[in-house]
């Protein structure tokens, strides 16, 4: 069962956001929504059917909601650690999946960052944050998620002027405890290391050779079996059938056989990995299930970096 959110952040009098855990009785509160005055409910229980501490309104508008307030919460308190950050020329690294080559990616976000603006109006859009480089341009911008995600028009404009997106999603006032290691770890960044394509500007994928050191399954006698691997998610393999001329010779120029064979299976002709003794040959289904996924996550098989490739234009 989710957590019930609850107004855990206000501001004093003096403008200044405060955490509920900080806060005191004797002063006065309110809320970063609305403006209005809060009650602070601070009992120093503990344990079960008590409430951590909060604030409550004494009055609730109709639009003003504890996720909106976390949102504002968790904004705030990132935007100025980001531009503490950027004073001191610290490294603010982060960590993430990428959703397009499928490696984990590591960077420091404030690299190529000189300025920082909450709410920054792009015409199209308000970016919670927006991050600025050398030349006044907004480079990245991060989207903070409690119910609402970016609309498509949002996205759309980012991906359309290379801004690249970062989304963290926050669950819990909890959140506001552990800003960094929100940043650390994003829940989506939308850039990935590998070139783009000059032709349609998706990101290209990695293609590294992958040869084995075998024995024949029919005489015994050791062969090489080699396939392409292109950690393109679910299609991230390549067959002999499917290598290109480049491929191919530079197969074979690490000791490879590759011949034209018949498959019964198949009722057809196509490149395969052959033994150079009895010529038996590894078939298209026994290549993915007994060798590609067997060595799938195996660390020191020789490895041929073959460049990039765009799997959208197919080049």
């Not at 397009?100 to 960052?113: A, I, P, Q, S, T």
């Not at 920054?120 to 989207?143: H, Q, S, T, W």
Request: contains cysteine.
């Amino acid at each position: 069962m989710k957590k019930q959110l609850l107004y855990v952040t206000a501001f004093n009098e003096n403008g200044i956001l405060v955490k509920a855990n900080d806060a005191e009785k004797t002063n006065r509160y309110y809320c970063p929504i609305c403006k209005n005055e809060l009650i602070l409910r601070k009992s120093g229980k503990v344990g079960k059917g008590s409430k951590r501490p909060h604030f409550a309104h004494y009055h609730l508008t109709e639009n003003c909601t504890p996720e909106g307030v976390l949102h504002y919460s968790f904004k705030k308190m990132l935007l100025e650690k980001i531009k503490e950050n950027i004073r001191n020329k610290t490294v603010m690294n982060m960590i993430w999946k990428c959703n397009y080559c499928h490696k984990k990616h590591e960077g420091n976000l404030l690299k190529k960052v000189f300025d920082v603006k909450d709410e920054y109006d792009m015409n199209i859009c308000r970016p919670d944050i927006a991050l600025f480089n050398e030349k006044g341009n907004v480079f990245v911008v991060i989207e903070i998620v409690v119910t609402h995600k970016p609309d498509d028009n949002a996205i759309d404009y980012y991906k359309a002027n290379n801004i690249i997106l970062i989304q963290i999603n926050l669950d819990s006032e909890d959140n506001l405890e552990n800003i960094d290691e929100k940043l650390n770890n994003p829940s989506i960044v939308d850039f990935c290391f590998n070139p783009k394509c000059p032709n349609c500007g998706n990101y290209k994928i990695k293609k590294e050779l992958v040869v084995l050191d075998k024995k024949c399954y029919k005489c015994g006698r050791p062969m090489k079996i080699c396939y392409i691997s292109s950690n393109n998610g679910s299609n991230g393999f390549e067959k002999p059938s499917e290598f290109n001329e480049k491929e191919i010779n530079f197969a074979k120029s690490k000791g490879v056989l590759l011949e034209m064979r018949y498959s019964k299976t198949a009722n057809e002709k196509y490149l395969a990995n052959t033994c150079p003794n009895c010529k038996a040959f590894v078939g298209d289904w026994f290549l993915y299930d007994n060798y590609i996924l067997e060595n799938i996550y195996e660390k020191n098989i020789p490895k041929y970096d073959m460049g990039y490739y765009c799997d959208e234009c197919n080049k």
